[in-house]
């Protein structure tokens, strides 16, 4: 069976060790609809073979149970931490592997790319693009500010992913 | 059961995209055996999702069958390729995860660790380095010049870890 023959269905994720939002939106003809959304908080108190052990987890079952076919990831670019940048591969490592287990498409975009998907605009502010998918999902409106942000960072990859194929 | 009352095998790993090098040296008493020794080559041919998935299952077996239960890892330091370095993490990542999974003690060390453990100066370079661990296991003589190294390599920080502890 082609990809194309069946429903999609996108897992958005911004990962990090703190906090990782995800959103999962299901294509179904041309309608998106909204199955999961949330975050994923580990204590730093965990070990770090803890934490890779716990965001493995969390993720396949996600996928599982919602029957994933694509992960929609926005590209990394090297911050103020070498070594936090390396730890986000650790993550991003995990997400290719449930891609492989489970016969996922990956895409990555650049932040230009998802910005202009979601405000027509590649330049938009982080605050833009989150206003943005508040006004298309408001019921995020209800996430504390911080794992908002998480969540609509990890909701405007996944409409990127939906919006792009 | 302990740690300290069964006998350890230690997985040394030197991962890379291209060439991956491992050693596995088993302690019985004060005696150390070599188990297996080798390196993984995935071809650039492949997509980085498979090539994750090769990665993992490799080492996934060579833990099963071995009773693998440490592995040895040295730190990395970013280099001139900041995407290289992100994406060296996701291996690291996927070793983090076979630790999480088969409950094994993952051990970093520094480079000058290392170097300082096996030639007994941290600043040795990376052919003395070489040159003390074929004197210690002559037979890995016998490989290929470009895979020695990251063979040697492995084998290194696994006597480190065997060593440390």
């Given at each position: 069976?082609?990809?194309?023959?069946?429903?999609?269905?996108l897992?958005?994720?911004?990962?990090?060790?703190?906090?990782?939002?995800?959103?999962?939106?299901?294509?179904?003809?041309?309608?998106?609809?909204?199955?999961?959304?949330?975050?994923?908080?580990?204590s730093?108190?965990?070990?770090?073979?803890?934490?890779?052990?716990?965001?493995?987890?969390?993720?396949?079952?996600k996928?599982?149970?919602?029957?994933?076919?694509e992960?929609?990831?926005?590209?990394s670019?090297?911050?103020?931490?070498?070594?936090?940048?390396?730890?986000?591969?650790?993550?991003?490592?995990?997400?290719?592997?449930?891609?492989?287990?489970?016969?996922?498409?990956?895409?990555?975009?650049?932040?230009?790319?998802?910005?202009?998907?979601?405000?027509?605009?590649?330049?938009?502010?982080?605050?833009?693009?989150?206003?943005?998918?508040?006004?298309?999902?408001?019921?995020?409106?209800?996430?504390?500010?911080?794992?908002?942000?998480?969540?609509?960072?990890a909701?405007?990859?996944?409409?990127?992913?939906?919006?792009?194929?």
């Open positions: 069976m082609e990809q194309g023959d069946r429903s999609r269905v897992l958005g994720v911004d990962p990090g060790f703190s906090i990782t939002g995800y959103a999962i939106l299901k294509k179904d003809g041309g309608k998106a609809y909204l199955l999961d959304y949330g975050f994923l908080k580990m730093s108190q965990k070990s770090l073979v803890e934490r890779v052990g716990i965001f493995f987890t969390c993720f396949e079952q996928i599982v149970q919602l029957g994933v076919t992960i929609a990831l926005e590209t670019f090297l911050g103020k931490n070498a070594q936090t940048f390396l730890k986000l591969g650790y993550l991003r490592g995990i997400l290719y592997l449930l891609a492989s287990k489970h016969h996922l498409i990956v895409h990555e975009f650049a932040p230009r790319e998802v910005k202009g998907a979601v405000t027509g605009y590649g330049a938009a502010s982080k605050d833009q693009v989150a206003q943005m998918v508040l006004r298309l999902f408001p019921k995020l409106q209800t996430l504390g500010a911080i794992e908002r942000q998480d969540v609509t960072d909701l405007a990859v996944c409409l990127c992913g939906f919006w792009k194929q």
